[in-house]
């Protein structure tokens, strides 16, 4: 009996874990003001995470602003961080919860590193809150 290899193109669904906790954390983000939130399925490309979400602030301050809103956001809804690093610069934060990892970005640096590009392969996952995709259909 032979098996038939797995269709490539065909869209792995991520874990519903993992894109609700994906979720709650870019929704704290938006709150914020980011701009430009990516999330990255980067489970099975890398043992770092399962998801990297991105996102981009217009200052230093917004950035910091950003990683506190995402953290408590955490601390709300019960997902344990690991550990951050990067917010009192407010150049690039890096926050770690396990099987997520939030980069927040000034965006000059966040086009420097262009992590969007180095994990091309990684699959993106929809994030957006509803009702901002509301307001913008409108």
Do not use: C
Not at 75 to 87: M, T
Not at 117 to 128: C, F, G, I
């Amino acid at each position: 009996m032979t098996q038939e290899a797995p269709n490539k193109t065909e869209a792995k669904l991520p874990d519903p874990a993992q894109l609700a906790r994906a979720r709650a954390l870019a929704s704290a983000a938006y709150e914020k003001q980011a701009e430009d939130v990516v999330a990255l399925d980067v489970n099975g490309l890398t043992s770092l995470a399962d998801t990297f979400l991105i996102a981009s602030g217009r200052s230093r301050q917004q950035v910091r602003a950003i990683a506190d809103g995402v953290q408590e956001a955490a601390r709300r809804d019960g997902i344990r961080s690991l550990g951050a690093e990067g917010e009192t610069e407010g150049v690039w934060a890096l926050l770690d919860f396990g099987s997520v990892i939030f980069h927040v970005f000034l965006e000059d640096t966040r086009r420097h590193y262009d992590l969007e590009r180095l994990w091309a392969d990684a699959p993106r996952m929809d994030v957006e809150p509803a009702e901002l995709k509301q307001r913008r259909a409108r």
